[in-house]
């Protein structure tokens, strides 16, 4: 019937539209972890080391430091350790946010074509936050003891991390076991999306606000690569320019020994880790968080327009 193929297109070019934000999110996704995950494990093992001992120095004195004795210990695969967990999810993760922000636009927008305001990002941004918390918050639990653990063993902690984990799998079988079954994979759910919604509101406002800045208006549609690559690198960075303190007690909860805490909650930890090392405890892994997300984020973003470009 006639009527039936009219009624039909809407959708099929919705679905269309998914696969598509599905399968430029899963590249860059890829581009993002490849170029910024030895920076992630430097903040990760800057977060998750212990406070010193009275008089004694810290594990690590800084950035520079943590990769010196990564590379002296692990060599250069040591700033690739946890990477499994990312990399067998990342499709999912990427293909998550980007394909909720497009349905999102899709949604907000007035008709077809139209582009949308910076506000509407924020709120696309928002929305792509809640849904990618859940697949993050089990991914990142895994990925932060993986990485952890060296720095909590060296220093002889007593806590579960300490536990030699054989790879993601090891930790995921570990949790399942004997942290609570699948309640346990989401330890740090509320951080995380205390993190994820404010952070990917920023950063995809901030997106389209260069956008539109570089391209004088609000088509967008002519911009080069280069001002892509600009464009999500500080989109990037506006993110952990945001959220980083939430990053930092995600960390330390997601480490957390599960017989004996060091913390009750997400509050307990902010302030512990307030009274005991001051503001600057909240931005630990500050400098190589933010030295990773400008290229790591410029790349996704590069890699996602032009895979989404090049799908028509």
Known sequence: MPGG??????????????AKDLTAGTIGG?????VGHPF?????????????????????SGAMDAVRQT???????GLYKGMGAPLATVAAFNAVLFTVRGQMEALLRSKPGVPLTIDQQVVCGAGAGIAVSFLACPTELIKCRLQAQSALASAGSTTTVAVKYGGPMDVARHVLRSEGGTRGLFKGLVPTMAREVPGNAAMFGVYEAIKQYLAGGQDTSGLGRGSLIVAGGLAGASFWALV??????KSVIQVDGYKNPKYSGSLDAFRKILASEGVKGLYKGF??????????NAACFLAYEVTRSSLG
């Open 5 to 18: 193929n009219v009624d039909g297109e809407p959708f099929a070019v919705q679905m269309g539209d998914v």
């Open 30 to 34: 890829a581009a993002q972890l490849i």
């Open 40 to 60: 992630d494990t430097i903040k990760v093992k800057l977060q998750s080391q212990p406070a010193p001992a009275p008089g004694q120095p810290p594990r690590y």
């Open 71 to 77: 590379l002296a210990a692990e060599g250069p695969r």
């Open 244 to 249: 980083y303190p939430t990053d930092v007690v």
């Open 287 to 296: 400098g190589p968080a933010m030295a990773r997300s400008v290229p790591a």
